[in-house]
């Protein structure tokens, strides 16, 4: 009997332990998950150490490179969502059957920005400016290797109509931004 007792009073200590301990979990996750939501701030104080206008110039040109990746993400950066009402280019972008005119016109968009991210932050590579914008190593891997396959991809084209004096001009400017080419 004296063990019954000691049961029924020692249950309602351990059970309110129990249920504290739970609380006080569930509030850890909560708070960690908030923090999660909340952490690319970070990245607007790394791109207000670059130029005005040089996150939107990285974000068309990841726009465009997703187009040569089948609108997959680039470097962190959303991928390129044709619009929906626009089936015969959703198609062209998702099987990666687009024309020479295409990359003709994606390339010289890309060389566009990258002359003005060049002009922008003069004597930086583009490693340091990504990283200054907040990207990961991961993310700034991802990121030059879609402009080195894009401009791999391009001279590639140029016997299929691609102009290669534009495959060329990203090229050198990639060369220009520190890339590494293969």
């Not at 850890?28 to 701030?41: E, G, N, W």
């Not at 068309?60 to 609108?71: D, E, I, P």
């Not at 590579?125 to 401009?151: P, R, V």
Request: net charge positive.
């Amino acid at each position: 009997m004296n063990a019954s007792n000691d049961f029924k009073t020692n249950t309602p200590t351990h059970f309110t332990a129990a249920i504290l301990v739970a609380i006080a979990a569930l509030t850890v996750i909560a708070l960690s998950y908030a923090l999660t939501i909340t952490t690319p701030a970070p990245q607007v104080a790394h791109a207000a150490s670059l130029a005005p206008g040089t996150e939107r110039l990285l974000k068309q040109t990841a726009l465009h490179l997703s187009k040569m990746q089948g609108g997959a993400s680039v470097g962190g950066f959303p991928g390129f969502e044709p619009p929906d009402d626009d089936g015969k280019y959703k198609e062209k972008i998702k099987n990666k059957n687009y024309s020479p005119r295409d990359v003709n016109d994606w390339v010289k968009e890309i060389n566009n920005f990258l002359k003005q991210i060049i002009r922008k932050n003069p004597e930086m590579t583009l490693e340091k400016i990504l990283t200054k914008q907040g990207l990961t190593a991961k993310q700034i891997e991802e990121f030059t290797f879609a402009l080195k396959d894009t401009e791999l991809a391009a001279r590639g084209m140029a016997s299929y109509g691609v102009d290669y004096a534009r495959a060329q001009a990203l090229r050198e400017l990639l060369i220009e931004l520190g890339v590494s080419l293969w």
